[in-house]
């Protein structure tokens, strides 16, 4: 079954660092741009970040950019997203999305999210 | 804040029909397309309308899309009790990146 599993989500201090991963399985994970999207509790969604298939272009919304970085290790099948200087507004579900082949923005797999959670 | 803007409900019961709007401007619908998601409740988003009026595999054809200018709408004909749950309109903004709607929650009376 193609699916996108999410893990490094937890409690962490205003300031502090977290790293999230993204697993996939069951497709060719290096053909795919992949993506970060957000869900604050009770909010909507929000686009976070962009790579593309071998990891030569990134993209960040503003509320992020110098802050998070995303990567990709192909070789594991593994998306990243490094979030530093965290903030209590980056309280959130955060999704992985993948981009349909060939697309750049079009999300047709998501992963079940890892809650992430910043706080004193 | 989102730049596109969606009502924050719309509701009809079993059978009728629903539709949701969206409306951007021209740096996000105005010049690329619309894509529109899903979202059951406690649920990951799920893709239902890519490129304006594309249905992928699977959707059902009760749901339809449509994009003119710098608005677009998703059409729900038939509504199920199934089909409760929050919709979202997409597009890719040439200043901002992915933007996503303000989304709606259908209600199915």
């Known amino acids: 079954e193609v699916q996108l599993v999410e893990s490094g989500g937890g409690l962490v201090q205003p300031g502090g660092s977290l790293r999230l991963s993204c697993a996939a399985s069951?497709?060719?994970?290096?053909?795919?741009?992949m993506h970060w999207v957000r869900q604050a509790p009770g909010k909507g969604l929000v686009w976070v970040s962009r790579?593309?298939?071998?990891?030569?272009?990134?993209n960040y919304a503003d509320s992020v950019k110098g802050r998070f970085t995303i990567s990709r290790d192909n070789a594991k099948n593994t998306l990243y997203l490094q979030m530093n200087s965290l903030r209590a507004d980056d309280t959130a579900v955060y999704y992985c999305?993948?981009?349909?082949?060939?697309?750049?923005?079009?999300?047709?797999?998501w992963g079940q999210g890892t809650m992430v959670t910043v706080s004193s | 804040q989102s730049v596109l803007t969606q009502p924050p409900s719309a509701s009809g019961t079993p059978g009728q029909s629903v539709t949701i709007s969206c409306s951007g401007s021209?740096?996000?619908?105005?010049?690329?397309?619309v894509n529109w998601y899903q979202q059951l409740p406690g649920t990951a988003p799920k893709l239902l309308i890519y490129?304006?009026?594309q249905r992928p595999s699977g959707v059902p054809d009760r749901f339809s899309g449509s994009k003119s200018g710098t608005s677009a709408s998703l059409a729900i004909s038939g509504l199920q009790s199934e089909d409760e749950a929050d919709y979202y309109c997409?597009?890719?903004?040439?200043?901002?990146?992915?933007?996503f709607g303000t989304g709606t929650k259908v209600t199915v009376l």
């Open positions: 021209s740096s996000n619908i105005g010049s690329n397309n």
């Open positions: 999305a993948r981009a349909l082949v060939g697309k750049r923005n079009i999300f047709d797999i």
């Open positions: 790579i593309n298939s071998d990891a030569g272009t990134t």
């Open positions: 490129t304006n009026s």
């Open positions: 997409a597009a890719w903004d040439d200043n901002l990146g992915n933007v």
């Open positions: 069951e497709f060719t994970f290096s053909s795919h741009w």
